[in-house]
């Protein structure tokens, strides 16, 4: 098994359905895009460079998707949050019946356009 996909295995369930949904639209989006894990997290990178991390914070009980260059997306805002970072900003999710896939798939499109 890859270390990424063990990264999720070894997650409580909770957070390997929101993870394993988050995942599905990625690579439904983006197949090009290939999952790695790096600084012990899963991270998509497109080509060469990093394009968004998931991070399952047990302690705060979410998962976040944090996007590069999130600073720079314009839509969706009140979804997004930075939370002391300056340039990463990610989605959070506490629930897998409350992720808006219309939310998820445009600000990663977006996201895209802006890292190019």
């Not at 894990?37 to 705060?60: D, E, M, Q, R, V």
């Not at 939310?103 to 499109?109: F, K, M, P, S």
Request: hydrophobic share 35%; proline share 5%; with cysteine.
């Amino acid at each position: 098994m890859k270390p990424a996909q063990e990264y999720i295995f070894n997650q409580p369930k909770h957070y390997q359905e929101i993870i394993y949904y988050v995942c599905s639209v990625m690579e439904q989006e983006f197949p090009e895009a290939e999952m790695l894990f790096k600084w012990n997290i899963p991270f998509y990178y497109l080509g060469k460079k990093p394009f968004c991390y998931i991070n399952a914070s047990h302690k705060k009980k979410f998962v976040d998707i944090a996007f590069f260059y999130g600073n720079q997306i314009k839509n969706h805002q009140e979804f997004l949050t930075s939370e002391n970072r300056t340039q990463i900003k990610s989605l959070r999710y506490f629930e897998l019946d409350t992720i808006p896939d219309k939310v998820l798939r445009e600000v990663i499109h977006e996201a895209k356009e802006v890292y190019k």
